[in-house]
């Protein structure tokens, strides 16, 4: 079922924005940069009925190993709170409001506040007060506290395959229906239900607003165009058996899809401004690729609306998490993994091509510098002033090439209904 949306070229009553009248092909440019729309996507999108990335299950993988991280601006403590239990909890001690873990990675018997020395059990319970009956008969809480109503604020978790997820919201469905069949097909031909392991990180602050990075990662269009390394050795290209596809019911999700080609010259890379045909790699190992998942597929690129980048790129896998900072920047959050299973070879190429990807990349530098760029230029434009997103049409379904924005007009569309816009 399509999420409502109102007419195009209607104001919203709140914000008095208006659609451009050609609403599958254009974009305002003020969902990119207007604070109260900023506040607006936080409270509906991000701490609304969706399911946000938190990490991996093998990060904390003993009883009181914890991580914190930030979802939408809420920073938040993903935690193992008991055999086979992990729980997540906002990072913000109900008592004043202090951010109470302030290292990525700890572990602990519980999580204890400095300020107060308030105590939480691990799966967020408050279970110790100091002076809470106060001391020789005088202070003390009112006789009406009770620690059962003042635990941290949890947010409801699956685990699935290795991957933690978490919503605030009561009413987001089970992780497999938000997905969808044709994406859960997708995510669990990478995320098979093996262990998976942490090989590394990377992080960089990208000053663009957060929707660009989604966008980036659903518009095949300009991979073959913008990525001298992509185009040169045929990573991903136009001339290549690819698809673009769309989770049917909604449009939020989207996932790039594309089969190697070769260093060649031909019809397609003639006309290609960065194909560089003498380029030649110092060590041809970042390109010893070995085929390992279902079908002759080499790339599967899959983002999930809102907060993350599930990547399959040869044997280079990665999550790549959004954490928006204001509406013109976002923190970008890398996480290298492998299977626990792989034999020291596989860990060594899957490190190797690695240096395709984040902050400086041999293609991902590409993507931070004209996110940015798009940023500095979509700032200064006139009221009115719209992107156009009609390559390929102005339909919302998925197609069997990579010359098409579809992606992009699936993902708006949804927007829009959440939005109300």
């Keep these: ?59 904390i993988p003993e009883v009181g190993d914890w991580k914190t991280t930030t979802l939408g601006e809420r920073p938040v403590v993903m935690v193992r709170s008991a055999p086979g239990e992990i729980s997540v909890v906002e990072n913000r001690c109900r008592h004043r409001g202090v951010k109470f873990c302030q290292a990525r990675f700890g572990h602990s018997k519980e999580l204890l506040c400095p300020y107060h020395q308030w105590a939480y059990e691990l799966n967020g319970n408050l279970m110790g007060v100091p002076f809470r009956r106060g001391v020789k008969r005088q202070g003390g809480m009112p006789p009406d506290f009770d620690p059962k109503d003042w635990g941290l604020n949890r947010l409801r978790v699956e685990e699935v395959n290795g991957v933690v997820w978490a ?9 497999r229906e938000y997905l969808g069949e044709r994406f859960w097909k997708h995510y669990t031909r990478v995320y098979d239900g093996r262990k ?101 597929e080499t790339v599967g690129m899959i983002t999930v609306f809102p907060s993350v980048i599930l990547q399959q790129q040869v044997n280079s896998l990665t999550t790549r998490q959004i954490v928006p900072s204001g509406p013109g920047a976002f923190d970008f959050h890398w996480t290298h ?66 010359v098409t924005e579809v992606g992009i007009r699936g993902m708006y569309r949804y927007w829009r209904g959440v939005m109300g816009l």
């Design 167 to 175: 919503t605030f919201s009561d009413a987001t469905p089970a992780f």
């Design 1 to 59: 079922m399509d999420v409502p949306m109102d007419a195009p070229g209607t104001a919203h009553p709140m914000l008095d924005r208006a659609w451009p009248r050609d609403a599958a092909g254009r974009v305002p440019y003020w969902v990119y940069t207007d604070p109260e729309v900023y506040q607006a996507e936080l409270e509906k999108i991000w701490y609304g009925p969706h399911w946000l990335y938190v990490g991996l299950e093998c990060e």
């Design 196 to 296: 998976l392991a942490v090989l590394g990180y990377n992080r960089q602050r990208i000053p663009g607003n957060w929707k660009l990075m989604q966008e980036n990662i659903k518009d095949p269009y300009h991979a073959g165009l913008l990525h001298v390394f992509f185009v040169t050795f045929g990573l991903f290209r136009a001339d290549q058996k690819s698809a673009t596809e769309v989770d049917d019911e909604h449009g939020r999700h989207g996932i790039l899809i594309s089969r190697k080609g070769e260093q060649v010259k031909n019809d397609v890379t003639a006309d290609l401004k960065n194909f560089q045909g003498d380029l030649r790699l110092a060590d041809p190992r970042i390109l010893d690729v070995v085929q390992e998942f279902p079908g002759e």
């Design 337 to 402: 993994w492998c299977y626990a299973d792989d034999t020291a070879e596989m860990r060594r190429r899957r490190t190797r091509q690695a240096n395709l990807f984040g902050p400086a990349g041999f293609v991902s530098a590409d993507d931070g510098e004209v996110i940015e760029m798009s940023q500095q230029g979509i700032a200064t434009a006139a009221p009115g002033d719209a992107a156009l997103v009609a390559m390929g049409g102005r339909d919302y379904g998925s197609v069997d090439h990579m």
